[in-house]
């Protein structure tokens, strides 16, 4: 065995010091809190790097000194702009900021997963003078989404075209989908590269032009653990790969004719899973010891 070949392996059982570049608002949240913690107690070092509470001078590498990879949480300007420098100092990043930014854009989104033949609702987009004369009253009702809105924030459901000219949408165009009955739940794949797992989720409440029918119980509204069946676990798979994610979720609507994706997320909270934290700092560790046994690997070839 080469010099080269020990070091390396030594280095792989070596502590990492791993960036969190996260915004603010996911700070206090299950992730990436649940990742920190569980590296930390690996007695691995974490640095977190939110983008809202620092000054970083154009130019100098300093916050990117010693770290061996960035795990990235959020789609703010600020957080892609030090993403996209780090990525072209070379530093790895789980996600990578061109994963986030198509996902962020739900226009690309849905585009890319029509063109990857995902079944998705009947999409259309728009302004919504041109969504009121020209979709068909069959369509309805519909889900309007902002462009580049997260987390349900924005949402408007319309069911007839008057409904549009009084719902006060603000945005120069907007992305809308036939609005389908989930019965109060909605179906979430979580991914950590090829592992998947399928919770049964409370649907998200959405301001609708209409009322709703009468809330289900709390016990009834829990979220569950599902069984990943092979067709599930295929489709987390497939939108992942459109889009290059690595730890992502895959938001789907149950149907007579199937599951149907609604949208496709870049590091989730991972909820209702209760080992996510371990298998995120697993997979973690796992993505920079790859890397270091491909850097190291032409060297070990010459060396053998």
Not at 217 to 224: D, F, I, L, Y
Not at 248 to 261: E, F, K, N, S
Not at 268 to 274: D, G, K
Request: hydrophobic residues 40%; charged residues 20%; proline residues 7%.
């Amino acid at each position: 065995m080469t010099r080269t070949m020990t070091r390396t392996m030594r280095q792989t059982r070596q502590s990492l010091s791993v960036g969190v570049l996260v915004e603010r608002r996911y700070l206090e949240q299950a992730q990436p809190r649940g990742l920190q913690e569980a590296l930390e107690l690996r007695g691995h070092r974490v640095v977190v790097i939110d983008p809202e509470n620092a000054l970083h001078v154009v130019g100098d590498d300093g916050w990117l000194e010693g770290l061996d990879v960035i795990v990235v949480r959020g789609r703010s300007p600020g957080l892609l702009g030090l993403l996209a420098y780090a990525e072209a100092k070379g530093v790895l990043t789980v996600n990578s900021r061109r994963a986030i930014e198509q996902v962020h854009n739900k226009i690309i989104m849905a585009a890319l997963l029509a063109m990857g033949r995902i079944p998705i609702p009947r999409t259309f987009v728009g302004p919504v003078d041109s969504l009121r004369s020209q979709v068909a009253q069959e369509e309805y009702p519909l889900i309007l989404k902002p462009i580049f809105g997260d987390n349900g924030r924005g949402l408007r459901v319309v069911y007839t075209p008057d409904d549009l000219t009084s719902c006060g949408w603000q945005e120069p165009v907007a992305l809308a989908q036939r609005y389908l009955p989930a019965n109060g739940y909605d179906l979430k794949l979580y991914g950590i590269a090829g592992e998947v797992w399928a919770v049964r989720k409370p649907a998200p409440v959405i301001d609708v032009g209409e009322p709703q029918g009468p809330a289900l119980g709390p016990e009834k509204r829990k979220a569950r653990l599902m069984p990943v069946t092979p067709a599930l676990k295929e489709l987390a798979l497939r939108c992942a790969g459109l889009f290059g994610l690595e730890l992502y979720g895959v938001d789907c609507i149950r149907t007579a004719v199937g599951p149907l994706v609604i949208e496709v997320n870049d590091f989730p909270n991972y909820s209702s899973i209760p080992e996510a934290s371990w298998k995120l700092a697993d997979y973690v560790v796992s993505r920079v010891q790859a890397q270091r046994e491909q850097t190291a690997s032409p060297t070990m070839a010459a060396q053998v």
